[in-house]
């Protein structure tokens, strides 16, 4: 069977139909996606870059509600893309802030040194936090059952 060339646009007309109406009902289409997980996992983190958002990109205060004279500020994380350490100090108006916490998820490292150093040289104060350690014990507890059990099994 021989198809004759408006045969075959036709067919082709109608395949482009077929598939213009298969993309118009996806904007009719209703989807509903859950994140879910541990809570500090990352999941708002996660939903914000998916949606477009960025995260903390420069200082954001919020008012303390017991006492209104005491502010928190939110400051961008150092040392991502869009603060590099060396920018950073002056990025957050750095000096303008009276009393410093340091949060740490992971060991300490390089950045967060800096930041105590520069604290300390404008004599102000500030307190180091570690957070998430309970998930470090967790795991460092598993690592050393696993390495138990692989030495009672030799």
Excluded at 26 to 41: C, Q
Aim: with cysteine; charged share 25%.
């Amino acid at each position: 069977m021989v198809l004759l060339n408006s045969e075959k646009m036709l067919i082709k007309i109608d395949l482009i139909s077929q598939i213009q109406s298969r993309l118009d009902e996806l904007d009719s289409v209703e989807l509903n996606i859950a994140v879910t997980g541990e809570s500090g996992s990352g999941k708002s983190t996660f939903v914000n870059s998916i949606r477009g958002l960025k995260t903390t990109t420069e200082p954001t205060m919020y008012s303390y509600p017991k006492y209104p004279n005491v502010r928190l500020w939110d400051l961008p994380g150092i040392g991502t893309m869009n603060s590099k350490a060396d920018e950073y100090l002056e990025q957050v108006h750095f000096a303008q802030y009276d009393f410093f916490i340091i949060i740490a998820s992971d060991r300490f490292k390089q950045n967060h040194l800096m930041l105590a150093q520069e604290i300390e040289k404008m004599g102000k104060h500030f307190y180091f936090v570690r957070s998430k350690i309970d998930a470090d014990l967790h795991s460092k507890m598993y690592a050393l059952i696993d390495t138990v059990c692989k030495f009672n099994s030799l």
